[in-house]
């Protein structure tokens, strides 16, 4: 089978594997959808300890099920399915407590096994879920990032009614986020980015306030489309030391951080002033099973659809498109890869 192979930091190409063998409990998957994912972007750059070439990333997988293995009694060949790529354990601390996305010992497809830039792919058939006739393969690979993009929104709301937010940053993360936080009630939602065809994209998908990040007024703009009510959540999906501060700056008292990108690790941020105005400061890491039913829902309920912020591309021109994104020459937040 043809794979998209990345070999060392920013060289990423075409090989040919051997077509995958469901093992016993397994399932072969013809892709047929699979996105490129932000944390692919930081691996592809050398960037993400997790993830060490040579290696088959992608874990934002649709297809149709080809083969099964041993045990299978679930899926038929021929269905439609879409891919939970967070294996875990079910048996440690955190899986008991209804937390399976922090497993201690939990894998992940693209990261610890092989992934989907591939026409083929093996998954444990657990880890399958089927999609309506409806649902198209490319709406259907974004369940995995809106999983992610849902939790980290309903953990941000935890503390908070009709809020005022802002989303930092209009990557594909960043756009699910928005959508969700809409459908959770938010009063306002401002984006705020730097590259101006997603700026134009976004107001084109209906979000009044999208904000040009750098300008000199950016802040006064927000604080200006916030109104007298302010801002009460803050979802950071580019995390970077500038991102973060200017979260902590623009809250209310009382106000939620919730971090979701990874653009750096260690960062500065002020203390005292997060201590006197009660700020909570959180993160979110993927999703649990029923954050990415409750995904799956919304894109066959097409509450959220990826039409005006993204594209789609060969698996060929996979090294192309990473390389495109990582210089940030990419007007669309998305990018599909299609075997």
């Keep these: ?15 040919e594997l051997e077509t995958p063998l469901p093992r016993e409990g397994e399932v072969r998957i013809r892709v047929r959808s699979v996105g490129i994912c932000g944390s692919d972007l930081e691996g592809y750059l050398g960037h993400n300890s997790l993830r060490t070439p040579p290696l088959l990333m992608g874990h934002e997988i649709s297809g149709v099920v080809e083969a099964l293995g041993d045990s299978c009694k679930r899926l038929h060949e021929g269905d439609r399915v879409v891919v939970n790529p967070l294996i875990s354990c079910g048996t440690c601390l955190s899986c008991i407590r209804g937390r399976s996305n922090l497993c201690v010992n939990r894998q992940i497809v693209g990261i610890h096994r092989p992934g989907g830039y591939a026409e083929y792919v093996t998954v ?30 309903r953990r941000a709301f935890d503390s908070h009614s009709v809020p005022g937010v802002v989303v930092i940053g209009t990557g594909a993360l ?5 959508y969700v936080s809409r459908i959770l009630g938010a009063s306002k939602v401002i984006l705020l980015d730097r590259n101006e065809k997603r700026i134009d994209n976004m107001k084109k998908l209906g979000f009044d306030h999208v904000i040009q990040a750098g300008s000199g007024d950016a802040v006064a703009q927000i604080r200006d489309a916030a109104g007298p009510r302010g801002v009460d959540i803050v979802i950071d999906a580019a995390g970077f030391q500038p991102t973060r501060e200017l979260a902590v700056g623009i809250l209310n008292a009382g106000g ?19 201590i006197r105005q009660e700020i909570e400061v959180k993160g979110s890491f993927c999703y649990t099973v029923q954050d990415f039913t409750d995904a799956l829902e919304l894109l066959s309920l097409e509450k959220i659809h990826e039409r005006g912020w993204s594209r ?28």
């Design 174 to 178: 960043g756009v699910l986020a928005a």
């Design 256 to 274: 939620t951080v919730m971090n979701i990108g990874l653009g750096i690790d260690g960062t500065e941020l002020p203390v005292n002033h997060l």
């Design 124 to 153: 444990p058939e657990s880890c399958v879920y089927p999609i309506p006739d409806r649902l198209s393969f490319r709406s259907a690979s974004l369940t995995e990032p809106l999983a992610c993009a849902l939790r980290a929104a």
């Design 312 to 339: 789609t591309e060969a698996l060929e021109q996979g090294g192309e498109c990473f390389a495109s994104l990582t210089d940030g020459l990419v007007g669309e937040s998305k990018i599909f890869l299609e075997p």
């Design 1 to 15: 089978m043809k794979a998209l192979m990345w070999t060392n930091p920013r060289q990423m190409g075409m090989t």
